[in-house]
């Protein structure tokens, strides 16, 4: 039989739950709280891990562990609790102790597939491709349609050169959805190496097709163009994708250089000026960019650098 106290704690966890829903996450905090301080609301481990997400969510890493590590005193078996601090350990970049949580996750749950993921991801991030490609293959295993898992274990090919592979990734993850920005993308990268520059344009126009906010299917477009000379299809490109990405400072920068090559310096100065201005942290790199010389004569450009 539901007492009061149950039916109160039930009561405001889904008041809590429907807050969460609409991203109203201070008052869904508010809420499970209430939940919490009730009788047995420390003791229920569903409500701690709710609170220790939407703690994770707010930023809150220090309050989100603690909900965690009471999860794992009520059961020491239980997944989700080690996999939410692997969670918020890869946010902190503390790749290693990640790890060590997607371990024991999956140590626990065989079939965690996220676990797996995620390890896949956090391998990958301090360099170890050999394990990050073990566990996406795994991830593949579990879940053959996860389209992200083949993109990923793609990239990681194409990074080692292991090109052939790469491509069979992508024409993999293309054909669980064959409209996948990344996917295509990524054909784009892949068929560039191979010396396949039609397709590769072919690729990477459907992969601005599918998603013009992702800046780089224009840049790595335009440089293409750029590399065979082609500097006014190249201009076009890019000062399309600027038309979409206007904070992307790597788009200036090249477009940028692009008019340098076609003689028209003011534009140039004038687009060089923006990136840096947007990432300050590429002048050291302008400095030294010869493509940059021919404007570094000009009054503006001594004013702004020199």
């Known amino acids: 039989m539901m007492t009061k106290n149950d039916y109160m704690k039930n009561n405001y966890r889904n008041i809590a739950n429907q807050f969460y829903e609409e991203n109203q996450l201070m008052k869904a905090l508010k809420f499970y709280h209430k939940a919490y301080r009730l009788e047995g609301g ?9 609170l220790g997400l939407l703690y994770d969510e ?17 059961d020491v078996k239980e997944a989700r ?23 024991k996750a999956i140590d626990v749950d065989a079939s965690y597939d996220r ?40 990239s990681i ?7 052939e592979m790469a491509l069979e990734m992508m024409k993999k993850s293309l ?25 590769s ?8 097709d599918q998603n013009p906010n992702y800046p780089y299917s224009f840049l790595n477009l335009a440089v293409l163009y750029k590399e065979e000379k082609e500097y006014k299809e190249a201009i076009k490109v890019i000062t399309k994708g600027i038309e979409y990405n206007s904070e992307t400072w790597v788009l200036y920068y090249n477009r940028g250089c692009f008019y340098i090559h076609e003689n028209l310096l003011e534009k140039g100065l004038r687009d060089i000026i923006k990136a840096t201005r947007l990432y300050p942290d590429v002048i050291d790199y302008m400095k030294k960019d010869k ?16």
Do not use: T
Not at 42 to 50: A, I, R
Not at 81 to 103: F, R, V
Not at 122 to 137: L, N, P, S, T, V
């Open 42 to 50: 420390k003791e229920d481990v569903e409500l701690l891990l709710d």
């Open 58 to 74: 707010l930023g809150d890493y220090k309050a989100a562990k603690e909900k965690y590590k009471e999860v794992l005193q009520i």
């Open 81 to 103: 609790a080690y996999y939410g601090l692997a969670i918020i350990y890869d946010h902190q970049k503390e790749y290693k102790k990640a790890i060590d949580y997607y371990h």
């Open 115 to 154: 676990a797996y993921f995620f390890l896949a991801d956090a391998y990958d991030q301090i360099g170890d491709k050999d394990e990050a490609i073990c566990y996406y293959k795994k991830v593949i295993d579990l879940e053959p349609e996860d389209i992200w898992a083949y993109i990923n274990l793609g």
């Open 157 to 163: 090919y194409e990074e080692l050169n292991q090109n």
């Open 175 to 199: 054909e669980i959805d064959a409209n996948h920005y990344m996917g295509l993308f990524n054909m784009g990268v892949i068929l560039k190496k191979l010396g396949q520059k039609d397709e």
């Open 201 to 208: 344009i072919y690729y990477y126009r459907k992969s601005i």
């Open 291 to 306: 493509e940059v010389d021919p404007i570094r004569g000009l009054k503006a450009y001594k004013i702004m650098f020199e």
